[in-house]
């Protein structure tokens, strides 16, 4: 605390080191203090954690450590498992604590993290960190991981490529190099012969259901899917990322077919039912459908993956439309994901003439949400008043956003990101915009030193046409289709346990794929926790004429039967959803979805089209 800083002398910390922990601390380490002392407490936590975490290196005994100074909210923790095997490193400092289980190279790694920001010479900490993270195979998480210590340590005021790697050092992707983690399969005219060769190589704990069967059915899709002269090319290739991957109920073998002019994305999705072998489900070569699985919409995959950079630069090129920010996001590597979205988000401010205005749409009661129209994102901040109707606070609103994060969000709620302390160029915003946001989020967003705007804290998501709007400029089919998708979205997210809340139509969103998205979250609770009701007969005729309700309304109760007065100001509009959705109006149906629940059924939601026959 500021009383340590201010006096090293009498903080005794060579007493400390020796009742406490029992580690000599040298003339030298006290000099690292000295020189600390004046640039604050987390630069002396900085000198006390590189000593203890050089001393530990260098000895490696097995034993348990902690150096604590009074209460005093600074604390060095290290725990070792078994002779010459550290794990486990804590490292926290004043009130908050860094929990990071790292290996026994990544001491080292952590060492010069620490060390890099000693008020001292620091090239070799530096040439050190950097020969660490080449001997990596995932050095681009490597710079993540150690973004995010040097933010913890220093919050977001000392953001510069001069001590973080705001711009990655790692090279670029190789789009036509071939990656080792693939297995590759010719059928040369026998494609029968070649996907039996896949599910031999492929082979898990339990039998297939019927492989002959589903063989016969993927040989069908494929020679339906392909061209005929494709089929019979004898240089044709199926290449396949050589490790499953999961989500749901479902696993997934990911990869391409390719000739040498052509190529199309495979995938070929496994299910096991209870009580049933594995079942090859379908065969997808469809780009916007494969698109579709790996969505920001969808949870994320799990994977073993050896080489981070390699998968991504394949999916990529299956995928191209795809940023490689959503990709590292979809098979689990969100906070990396979060780095190349910023590293985008910088390079397109720096390269265009973008500036930010405010998204299009029906304000919103509780968020303010600005977009740049050049850039695929929403950005949106909560502000600091809430309209009337609204019975949340600030806090609540912080939790259901976070909750959509450990959800399944079976492609029907848009992902998010959430980002402290973003800083931008006064001049990359549009004058009302930044007017509108200062007058409803003033303790949001702030001016500083007069040419920069500090937004405190945000969320980012994937910008899509709200759907009120969408409907204003669709044609008769596009409304169907529209309205169809809807009413979709609602029972799906209510099969997951997810009641949206507010089911207004300008808090859905259309994606480019024609999928109506759930966006808005402040009101989302988990389904079983709404009491669904009918509306009771008035007792009088005077009741339906009354301003207020004659029948009790608690704060969990919904009245499905009130839904289309709510949902559609255009009669046809309500009169349509009435035909597609009508059981959404009926209670009944919504405490039957909650009854299944309780149950422990898990309804399935498929991320692709599945025909009749693959439906049982």
């Known amino acids: 605390n500021d009383a340590l800083v201010e006096d090293t002398e009498t903080a005794g910390w060579s007493i400390i080191a020796a009742e406490h922990i029992a580690i000599p601390v040298p003339s030298s380490m006290l000099k690292y203090i000295e020189y600390s002392k004046d640039n604050g407490r987390r630069c002396v936590a900085c000198a006390i954690a590189e000593y203890l975490t050089n001393y530990l290196n260098e000895n490696m005994v097995p034993c348990a450590l902690t150096a604590s100074i009074d209460s005093r909210s600074l604390i060095v923790s290290d725990a070792l498992k078994g002779i010459g095997e550290l794990e486990g490193y804590n490292f926290a400092y004043t009130t908050n604590i860094l929990g990071y289980g790292i290996s026994k190279s990544r001491v080292v790694f952590t060492r010069a993290v620490l060390s890099a920001q000693m008020p001292r010479p620091i090239d070799d900490d530096f040439q050190l960190r950097g020969t660490l993270i080449d001997l990596r195979n995932d050095d681009e998480l490597a710079e993540t991981w150690y973004n995010s210590i040097f933010c913890g340590l220093f919050s977001h005021d000392k953001i510069s490529d001069g001590c973080m790697f705001i711009h990655t050092t790692r090279p670029s992707l190789r789009p036509h190099e071939r990656t080792p983690q693939t297995r590759s399969y010719q059928p040369r005219g026998d494609l029968n012969q070649a996907l039996r060769q896949i599910f031999t190589d492929y082979s898990y704990s339990a039998p297939f259901e019927d492989l002959e069967r589903d063989l016969a059915k993927l040989e069908h899709q494929l020679r339906a899917n392909l061209p005929d002269w494709v089929c019979k090319d004898q ?23 390719f000739t040498p002019d052509e190529q199309w994305p495979l995938v070929l999705p496994l299910l096991h039912r209870e009580g049933k072998g594995i079942q090859i489900d379908t065969l997808i070569t469809d780009e916007a459908e494969v698109s579709i699985i790996f969505s920001f919409t969808r949870s994320y995959f799990m994977v073993r993956v050896d080489i981070p950079a390699e998968f991504i630069g394949f999916l990529k090129r299956i995928l191209p439309g795809k940023h490689i920010a959503e990709l590292y996001t979809s098979i689990g590597f969100y906070k990396h994901g979060k780095s190349e979205f910023y590293r985008s988000l910088i390079n397109h401010l720096a390269s265009t003439d973008d500036k930010f205005v405010m998204a299009p749409g029906v304000r919103g009661m509780v968020m303010s949400v600005f977009t740049l129209p050049g850039f695929n994102t929403v950005f949106k901040i909560i502000k600091d008043r809430f309209s009337p109707s609204k019975t949340i606070d600030h806090a609540t609103v912080i939790d259901r956003y976070r909750l959509v994060k450990s959800v399944d969000r079976v492609g029907r709620m848009a992902d998010t990101q959430e980002f402290s302390d973003f800083r931008f160029p006064l001049a990359k915003f549009d004058p009302e915009c930044l007017a509108e946001l200062l007058e409803v989020a003033p303790s949001t967003v702030q001016i500083e030193n007069g040419d920069t705007v500090l937004i405190r804290h945000c969320w980012t998501e994937r910008r899509m046409i709200p759907l009120n709007i969408y409907l204003e400029h669709a044609n008769e089919v596009q409304v169907r289709e529209a309205l169809e998708d809807y009413g979709l979205a609602i029972k799906q997210l209510a099969a997951a346990n997810i009641f949206p ?83 959404l109006y009926d209670a009944d149906y919504w405490k039957g979805l909650q009854e299944a629940i309780r149950a422990g059924k898990v309804i399935d939601v498929f991320p692709y089209r599945r025909k009749a026959d693959q439906i049982v």
């Open 501 to 583: 809340g507010d089911m207004l139509l300008k808090n859905f969103g259309v994606t480019r794929h024609g999928r109506v998205v759930f966006y808005d979250y402040d009101e989302i609770s988990y389904l079983t926790e709404v009491n669904f009701r009918r509306i009771p007969p008035p007792r009088y005729p005077e009741d339906e004429m009354a301003s207020e309700p004659w029948y009790s309304v608690g704060p969990n109760d919904v009245f499905p039967e009130e839904f289309p007065r709510f949902l559609f100001g255009d009669i046809g509009q309500r009169r349509l959803f009435n035909q597609l959705h009508g059981d």
């Open 235 to 257: 240089a044709l290739t199926i290449e396949l990322f050589s490790s499953t991957l999961y989500r749901n109920k479902g696993a997934y073998l990911v990869g391409r077919i």
